[in-house]
């Protein structure tokens, strides 16, 4: 029995009345270990192309950021060159991980004025950068763990990324996989903390609880969770956020907190328009994904109905299908991209449906605690 709640679609983009218009998310930040590494694995891995490089070289003495990009997927890489400052704390404690979700406007300073004035914990108040490409400006408040949201200001700015950074050319330029941007950023959060994080997103940046899990759709025998999607006036940002439950053993979230240390990013959902020629790619250059048992191809397309893709090719890469009253869903879940049980990717192809594959929860968690299970942590 279903407990999941689809309400009516977000559509207040009015500005008079959305006190943060967000543009979409401008990039996701990553503190690594070794950033050069960790940037030529998102190249050759993901397809990635090099773009901007910050370090010594551009006057940043302290740390080095690779950005690089595809389509309108932007993610920065970041280490630092010494110990005892905060990017290094943040990797000792959580190892490599998401610690900006940098957010798209128009108005950066009225965007830190807006949160911080809903009681938003301010990160960095606004702050223009500039240089002979033009200006930006850059505000951002807390939110979960160690993690921030910084606003990005940059209509009156033409360089290649922003600021301290240079043009990254590199004789390296492994071809695209399709991926084109983030679809939506989930957050695991601390027992009991998924309402008052729901509530922060309410009170602090306008956003919306557009769809809720409970425990009962998002529970195998095992291990078991709680989700609540938080979406932004016009939709173009979307922030699930779990908490664990209750469960026979170790709740998926419960690992994840006591990988990460703390509250953190678990998923970015990256969106393709081609998941079956995206995922042949990733496999191929060795990205690793959760397998599903053979049978859960058996009934899919009863519960579905009718799609456009053959069946064969999906079964063979391991893709979920699933079905809400708007359309079909097509998606895959990598395995942690890094050693630690924490940050792992969705690849997402949406063919009108505007939820989240609950249909898929089932057989996703079973493939989820298996892998769990062998690193002794269920
Ligand atoms: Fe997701």
């Not at 700015?157 to 941007?181: A, C, D, I, Q, R």
Request: hydrophobic share 35%.
């Amino acid at each position: 029995m279903s407990t999941a709640t689809l309400q009516q679609p977000v559509t207040d983009s009015n500005p008079v009345t959305d006190f943060l218009p967000l543009q979409g998310t401008d990039y996701v930040e990553f503190y690594v270990g070794n950033a050069k590494q960790a940037a030529h694995f998102y190249k050759t891995a993901f397809g990635f192309q090099s773009l901007a490089y910050a370090g010594p070289e551009t006057g940043m003495k302290d740390k080095v950021s690779y950005a690089i990009r595809q389509n309108k997927l932007t993610f920065v890489l970041t280490t630092p060159l010494k110990t005892n400052n905060v990017i290094a704390d943040h990797i000792y404690k959580h190892g490599d991980g998401v610690k900006v979700l940098a957010l798209r406007v128009d108005d950066a300073t009225s965007a830190w004025k807006e949160t911080t004035s809903r009681g938003g914990r301010s990160y960095m108040e606004p702050t223009t950068l500039k240089d002979e490409q033009g200006e930006l400006v850059m505000s951002g408040i807390h939110t979960y763990g160690d993690t921030v949201h910084l606003f990005i200001e940059r209509n009156h700015y033409h360089g290649v990324f922003m600021p301290g950074f240079k043009e990254w050319k590199s004789n390296y330029n492994p071809s695209s996989t399709g991926l084109l941007y983030v679809d939506h950023c989930v957050g695991n959060v601390d027992w009991n903390q998924m309402n008052p994080w729901v509530k922060f997103y309410e009170d602090v940046m306008g956003f919306r609880n557009i769809l809720s899990f409970d425990d009962k759709d998002i529970s195998t025998e095992y291990s078991a969770l709680m989700s609540k999607v938080m979406s932004n006036g016009n939709g173009y940002v979307k922030f699930p956020i779990n908490e664990p439950a209750e469960g026979k053993k170790k709740s998926q979230v419960e690992e994840f907190l006591d990988f990460y240390n703390g509250e953190g990013v678990q998923h970015v959902a990256i969106a393709t328009n081609d998941i079956i020629t995206t995922v042949s790619e990733l496999q191929k250059r060795g990205v690793e994904f959760l397998t599903i048992p053979s049978n859960y191809y058996e009934t899919v397309l009863d519960r579905v109905g009718k799609i456009d893709e053959d069946l064969a090719p999906l079964q063979k890469l391991g893709i979920l299908i699933d079905r809400d009253d708007e359309g079909y869903l097509l998606q895959i879940f990598s395995k942690p991209l890094e050693d630690r049980p924490t940050l792992f990717f969705e690849i997402i192809q949406r063919k009108g449906a505007k939820s989240f594959g609950k249909g898929n929860f089932k057989a996703l968690f079973e493939a989820l605690e298996r892998e769990q299970d062998a690193r002794g942590n269920l």
